[in-house]
């Protein structure tokens, strides 16, 4: 009889010991009984281990799936690093089937792709560097330079890696990715149907499928060899998962590259201060077209201002097109009371309701629920509610109202849901049937737009004020991408509607981005990332004093241990979400192991740790 240790895939449990007749590779997937269920659970050996002095349950089941030695690693790291079981870490994978055979496939491509010298210099330090940081303007090519690492690879019989923050960055790139590398190249993310998702695991196997374009899922895919990742617009948040495993997705693509010696590529118009602070960086500051781009700011707290209906007037009566970008989507984020002063509140969360005009209701965007306009207030009963915080569907119904003869569209998450929506609504732009796109966060993700002339920007000052320590490098970073969006091919202007020109103003131009990141490394030392490690630990449930309790509890032992510090607790900024009562606990320590040590002591049902957290 042979004794194994199993971690059960998805599940928060400690790994188990169970036995077999049969030995067993580790890295299979097999499948176990647990306790008095009748269900049978996956679960992925470990490793082989003593006889244990309790009686042990039977592996019921082998399946023809398994983790590799490097998935095997990597998910441990994951589950010391980010505070989880191994089982959840392992989850992230796809495994390998053993049916599938690497055909030892070779392909010959020629991007024909002629760099520039100055792209020439940094294709070589990315190459002797290894792992490295390509710190490039809009629009200096920094796609072509990424082609070429990949061709190298795969010339090689080696496999690539593309990775992109958002599925909407996607449609573009793959006609980019296909022009050089045919059927070799597979796009990855959650809308692919389950039919392609299975001809690409296959073909990651047998070799035919030499590089993955995709959101960072990609990187948990079954790759028979992997040669070189390329993390693209690095410094975009979306990278960092919202749900257990809370891993960031460019941090574990830099372990991964280093620990199995293989190339990394980072890349960015506006790189993080992380990535600046700790990754060998050259900067490409050369563009391939010359762009003019001319800044204006705006003081008003009009919605559209006399100075941006003129603007955009000008722009799109001269036949080129305009973005407008919004943080918010809806008509407006709050709904305030003229007579009490309260804000309509969602009944599950304690967050304010969006007003959607068109499906005439208010809306919560953390839990979905959805109710019917109100007439009068719902806390005092008589009074009128005005709405503040104006959002994207609102700006589109005014922008209709003022040009009535122009075609005027949304792009945020309630209008494209689907990849199809998405690529429609992308080609128009470009083929100039819609005259002004207005959009979230969605705009800036690095689309190629041609004929993009203008580009509006409303209520960054929302994002510069907002209560984290990474506020100003977000609001900057967004207001330089958006802005690359405007003028790729001679002339653009950037109108930006702000209190805070000074700021804005003098770091806009790309030139003094570096200067900017230098300055934000001296405003964190000793005090925040990168210099410090700090997570988040939630606390949530349903009942309010439970959770208050739980948290006084580890208050308690958090303060006692001296190696890390306890900067703050008390009510989450959002108190209740999804009917949950939520209070956290913000600690930091320049001590890495210290602060792990004192996160794995977290033993609660409660609890929700986010190691690295983004706050």
Known sequence: MHYYELALLKSPLNNLTYQSEEKIQIGT????????????????????????????????ELTKEYYNSQMLQTAHFVSQYYVCSLGEALSVYIPFNSDIKDLKQSYEFDS????????????????????????????????????KIIENH?????????????????PQMQKRLEKVFGDSIAIWHSKVTKKKKEEILTGLQDGSIKLVAGARSALFLPYANLGVIVVDEEHDESYKSDSKPRF????????????????????????????????PFI??????????????????????????????????????????????????????????????????????????????????????????IPET????????????????????????????????????????KTNTQLKAILNDFNKGKIDILVGTQMLSKGH???????????????????????????????????SGRSGRKGEGEVVIQTKN??????????????????SELEFREELYPPYVKMAKVIFAHTNGLKVKDELDKYIAILKANKDIEVVGFGQSPIFKMANKYRYEIILRSSNVKALLTALHTINSPLAIIDMDTIY
């Not at 792709?113 to 200096?140: M, R, V, W």
């Not at 280093?258 to 990754?279: N, R, Y």
């Open 29 to 60: 997937k097999v499948k176990v009984k647990l306790q008095r269920r009748k269900v049978l659970n996956d679960a992925v050996v470990i490793k082989e281990v003593e006889k244990p002095s309790f009686k042990c349950v039977s592996i019921e």
């Open 112 to 147: 024909k792709i002629e760099l520039s010298p100055e792209q020439n210099k940094a294709y070589t330090f990315l190459n002797e560097k290894k792992q490295a940081l390509l710190f490039a303007n809009t629009g200096s090519g920094k796609t072509e330079i990424y082609i």
């Open 154 to 170: 795969i010339k090689e019989n080696k496999q690539a890696i593309l990775l992109m923050p958002e599925i909407s960055l996607t």
């Open 248 to 279: 960031h997705t460019k941090d574990l693509a830099i372990y991964i590259a280093k620990k199995f010696d293989m190339q990394l590529v980072l890349g960015s118009a506006t790189v993080s201060t992380s990535s600046f602070h700790k990754i």
């Open 283 to 372: 900067r490409l500051d050369k563009t391939y077209h010359n762009t003019n781009k001319h800044y204006v700011f705006d003081e008003s707290d009009a919605n559209l201002s006399p100075l941006i209906i003129n603007k955009i007037s000008q722009t799109v009566q001269s036949g080129n097109q305009v973005i407008v970008f919004l943080p918010t989507r809806a008509n407006f984020k709050y709904q305030i009371c003229t007579t009490c002063g309260k804000s309509v509140e969602c009944p599950f969360c304690s967050v304010s309701m969006s007003l959607h005009k068109n499906d005439l209701a208010l809306k919560c965007h953390y839990c979905g629920y959805a109710q019917k």
């Open 377 to 416: 207030c719902p806390s005092c009963n008589n009074g009128i509610i005005h709405n503040l915080r104006v959002g994207t569907a609102q700006i589109e119904e005014e922008l209709n109202e003022i040009f009535t003869d122009k075609v005027i569209k949304r792009f945020d998450r309630d209008k494209v």
């Open 448 to 482: 190629d737009y041609h004929n993009v002339k203008l580009a509006v920007v409303l209520g960054i000052d929302s994002l510069l004020n907002m209560n984290s320590y990474k506020a100003r490098e977000r609001a900057l970073s967004l207001l330089i991408q958006i």
């Open 501 to 518: 020109e000074d700021f804005f103003d003098y770091y806009l131009n790309e030139s003094n981005y570096q200067e900017f990141l230098e």
